[in-house]
């Protein structure tokens, strides 16, 4: 078939209107767990301190009849600290823009949500992130351990809660150190070498030990894409049941969501910001974030011909007791 001769098609008009969907279609991940599940605190100063402790270990306790009493030095309180950090956003648009008829709405409102989106994924990487604290300086900026700087290596000076790949050679992790806290520093987690090995059930219920064995009840597995691949994958895992009706679908489970072991049953949590070499098994009211600023819109000085606004917050992680808490780290990703 050909085009009858004279006929007038869309190629030959200049006057089409263009056809553009009046929304902009987001893709704004916004499942920050950690920081949304644990308490908000204020904090009032830059550095922020506070003090856990551990009872004695179990010992025999037999005494002589009549015999005079001794008392022995406890020593087992930490005073800890961490130092608050300052996080911001900064929007500058012209007013043109702001005239401008464009899709999506208002776009000074638009981009003020993307950037406290964005802000609060910010202190979601930071809070479960691997540096460690500093007070800062002139040009300098502080710094606020993350959790995975809390939980120290078992080579720690504190011994800590950390499990390494447990095959040797070039499948073990033998580089990865997490220093204990010491002289007001919490000093951050080295990585290391980043095992051949995949996380295993006998990992998770030996990181789960660690902390039982401290005193801690942790509740929560955090895991990043790469980690829960690998859990998902893991045998020995509890059954789980559910009743459905008659003409309800049947679906397929593909996926480890609770573990239970015999030191906690472990709710577990997909993490988009966890580093993808580590696993989390918290305590999660054992942490808390501290606010010497709670996240606000502050309008900047006018200079031109355009508006300027910036989000701006300063926190800190507060490791309540961090051995409530274990992680397991330089697994294969």
Known sequence: ????????????????????????????????????????????????????????????????QGDDVTASTQGTTTRVSNYTQIARKVVVMSRTAQDANTVGGNALGREMMKKMKEYKRDVEFDVLGRQ??????????????GVCAWIWGTGANVPGNTVYPSTGGTGGNTTGTTPSYASSVCSGQVDGTTSTSSVV????????????????????????????????????????????????MLSIQGSANLIVTSFGTFKVVLSRYLNRTTTLIVQMDKWALGQLSAPKVVDLAKTGDADKKMIVGEYTLIARNPHSSAKIQGFKE
């Open 1 to 64: 078939m050909t085009q009858f001769a004279g006929t007038t098609d869309t190629f030959d008009l200049a006057t089409l209107k263009e056809s553009l969907d009046p929304v902009v279609w987001n893709l704004f991940p916004m499942d920050t767990y950690f920081t949304s599940n644990i308490d908000k605190v204020n904090v009032t100063n830059t550095q922020h301190q506070w003090v856990f402790d551990t009872l004695n270990a179990a010992a025999n306790n037999k005494q002589i």
């Open 132 to 145: 460690g604290c500093s007070a800062g300086a002139t040009n300098t900026a502080a710094a606020s351990a």
């Open 201 to 248: 059930l006998a990992d998770i219920t030996s990181a789960a030990e660690l902390a039982w064995d401290d005193g801690g009840e942790p509740d929560v597995i955090i895991a990043s894409s790469a980690q829960k691949k690998y859990i998902d994958q893991l045998s020995s895992l509890a059954t789980r049941t559910a009743d459905i009706g008659r003409a309800d």
